[in-house]
């Protein structure tokens, strides 16, 4: 399985990006995906996770209201749609698979529950 992740760039307070990771090697259709980020010096801490159906989301409190994820399930692909970009967004984002809750309501936010992950986009907003 390899996760593809790309979308990440330079850009100023306020401006919006969109970050997509799409899927190879195996269907993620049924399972639970997510984006982390990893700023330099901390930890890799989860921003938003998505369901199989996209029937349930998740949102650190830190970009709840501002950044919203997706799939596109026949696409094997999940979106991070990012607009009022601040400073403190800056990061390198992955995305993630879980493949253990097959077509599951519950949505892991632990980095430890997530089996497979993307290289990471480089995200910098400048001030």
């Known amino acids: 399985v390899q996760l593809q992740a790309c979308g990440g760039g330079l850009v100023q307070t306020g401006d919006s990006l969109r970050l997509s990771c799409a899927a190879s090697g195996r269907t993620f259709s049924n399972w639970p995906m997510a984006w982390f980020r990893q700023a330099p010096g901390k930890e890799r801490d989860i921003v938003a996770a998505i369901t199989w159906n996209s029937g349930r989301t998740y949102y650190a409190d830190s970009v709840k209201g501002r950044f919203t994820v997706s799939r596109d399930n026949a696409e094997n692909t999940v979106y991070l749609q990012m607009n009022s970009l601040k400073p403190e967004d800056t990061a390198v984002y992955y995305c993630?698979?879980?493949?253990?809750?097959?077509?599951?309501?519950?949505?892991?936010?632990?980095?430890?529950?997530?089996?497979?992950w993307g290289q990471g986009t480089l995200v910098t907003v400048s001030s």
């Open positions: 993630a698979a879980n493949y253990r809750f097959f077509s599951s309501a519950y949505l892991p936010q632990a980095r430890r529950e997530y089996d497979y």
